[in-house]
């Protein structure tokens, strides 16, 4: 039972570092985790809001420059966590 609890934390751990080069294959890793429907819509929201992939966070710093991606970047984890929490609450 403790070993399939960490193989199951590992696994949303690496969808969450996944979600950083690609966010459709980050969703798709949730599904051998065996999470329900509400576990599964907030997993996805956050894996969508938590933080932009690869190409989106090299524009970001092209675009706003490191201090203000790094607020920018802030603010998308901030409001990853709330949003979550939120659904968590009402669904």
């Known amino acids: ?3 399939k609890s960490i193989k199951c934390c590992l696994t949303a751990v ?3 570092l996944v979600g ?4 459709d294959v980050a969703v798709g890793m949730l ?3 065996g999470l329900g ?3 599964l819509v907030i997993a996805s929201v956050v894996l969508a ?7 989106t966070f090299m ?4 675009e706003l420059g490191v201090r203000d991606m790094i607020k920018s970047t802030a603010i998308m984890i901030f409001s990853a966590i709330v ?3 939120l659904l968590n609450l009402v669904l």
């Open 49 to 55: 809001m938590y933080f932009p992939c690869a190409a």
């Open 14 to 16: 690496a969808a969450l």
């Open 59 to 62: 524009v970001l710093v092209k």
């Open 1 to 3: 039972m403790y070993n």
């Open 31 to 33: 599904v051998p985790l």
């Open 37 to 39: 429907l509400k576990q």
């Open 20 to 23: 950083f080069l690609r966010k």
């Open 83 to 85: 949003v979550g929490g």
